[in-house]
């Protein structure tokens, strides 16, 4: 399965987000625990550039399940990271960063690419757990390959 979704820069579009890749990962088998681990981190990075990104109205969602994997790109393309002031007070540290922090918790690789001439790419790599009447997990793996 892949999907690539162009949304709106703005907090609207992370419920669209999340149903779509919620149904198509619930459609496919995969355990109730381990979508609601991806939709958390992917809502994270969606947060992020909706808050973050310069110069973009739009942002795009890729995504891939592939070799029982689900491998995510959520892409900005601004003008990358506004400089972070100096932290003066460590009790200012609260809210920043805590994103990056739950991303990494649920997801087996989290990297973030970023560069001023091509914006902000979060990429999510989580391997996936199937509820037991999956069908997906008796396919036969070149059979897989060929739907896709």
Request: charged residues 30%.
């Amino acid at each position: 399965m892949r999907f690539s979704l162009a949304l709106p820069r703005e907090a609207l579009s992370i419920p669209v987000i999340r149903r779509v890749l919620g149904e198509a990962l619930r459609g496919l088998g995969v355990a109730e625990d381990c979508v609601a681990d991806i939709l958390v981190a992917t809502s994270e990075a969606c947060t992020n550039v909706i808050q973050h990104a310069r110069g973009t109205r739009e942002f795009e969602v890729a995504g891939r399940v592939d070799d029982g994997l689900c491998l995510l790109k959520i892409m900005d393309l601004g003008r990358g990271p506004r400089r972070t002031p100096a932290v003066t007070d460590p009790s200012d540290l609260a809210e920043s960063g805590r994103g990056i922090r739950i991303m990494r918790a649920l997801v087996d690789e989290l990297i973030i690419d970023s560069a001023s001439e091509r914006g902000t790419v979060v990429h999510l790599e989580k391997r996936l757990t199937w509820r037991d009447e999956a069908l997906i997990r008796d396919l036969d793996e070149p059979l897989v390959h060929s739907a896709g």
